[in-house]
């Protein structure tokens, strides 16, 4: 995959000083922050979660979720977590970032896992992206424009601005997508923000469906979740998942859906 100017000008920006959860990684203008399983050895590369957080969140605050830490811990994997600009992300057709393309993002996204495979013990194989509200819109654009850095995606209570891209991009992924059945902030059906709208939860489940070839869905229970699960032949999965509720995060929910991409074969 050929790396672009931007992301080599952020890389070689990046000062080696050290960070981790409680400092941030420089990338040029952007930073991040990680934190390894405990009880890491120091030598054998694990899995990451790279985690996209909501609006006017930050990296330092989803290291201070220690219910979060301790669970992504748990499952052998390290937190990475990205830092948006003033804690928003450019998203295409987004409030104030309408005409944008995500290209931005995609290379930040890029410079970030390079700088922490070069840094850290991280399995490139084994990369899942995750967010929450902005976040998740954030992961539905890595998972149809730019995918192949990761094994697979987990979209809680957000989707893509005003409808989905007529297509997405190979490779195709394992989606686990997590939302309230009652969340009023970004509604199923969406709702207008300023000169733009939230799109329909249903329209990008519907896009990805036809992309991946996923099959009929299956309704699946699994504890407060009520799930409706799809495969493909390739063994990918594309879930939905509702649970009774608004705009909410529950760490659960999250340890739901990295069961699920386990499950499937992709960490």
Request: hydrophobic letters at 40%.
């Amino acid at each position: 995959m050929r790396i672009s100017a931007l992301l080599l000008a952020l890389i070689s920006a990046s000062p080696a000083f050290a960070c981790g959860a409680d400092t941030d990684c420089v990338l040029g203008d952007r930073t991040y922050r990680i934190a390894m399983p405990d009880g890491h050895d120091g030598k054998t590369p694990v899995g990451a979660l790279v985690w996209s957080h909501g609006y006017r969140g930050t990296a330092a605050g989803a290291m201070r979720n220690g219910s979060l830490r301790r669970m992504v811990s748990d499952a052998g994997l390290a937190l990475i977590a990205a830092q948006g600009v003033d804690g928003s992300w450019d998203l295409p057709k987004g409030p104030g970032t309408f005409d944008s393309t995500g290209a931005a993002e995609f290379a930040y996204f890029d410079a970030m896992l390079a700088d922490a495979q070069a840094r850290f013990d991280i399995d490139p194989t084994r990369i899942i992206a995750a967010g929450f509200s902005a976040g998740g819109m954030m992961v539905w654009n890595l998972a149809c424009t730019h995918p192949d850095p990761f094994a697979g995606f987990i979209p809680m209570s957000g989707t893509f601005w005003m409808e989905p891209p007529e297509t997405c991009a190979q490779p195709v992924s394992s989606i686990v997508h997590i939302h309230g059945d009652a969340d009023r902030t970004v509604p199923l059906k969406g709702r207008a923000i300023g000169e733009t709208k939230q799109g329909k939860v249903s329209d990008a489940l519907a896009l990805y469906t036809d992309f991946g070839g996923f099959g009929p869905a299956r309704p699946v229970s699994a504890g407060d979740l009520a799930c409706e699960d799809r495969s493909n032949k390739a063994g990918d999965i594309l879930d939905f998942c509702l649970f009774s509720g608004g705009h909410s995060f529950r760490t659960e929910h999250l340890r739901y859906g990295i069961e699920q991409l386990k499950d499937a074969g992709q960490l």
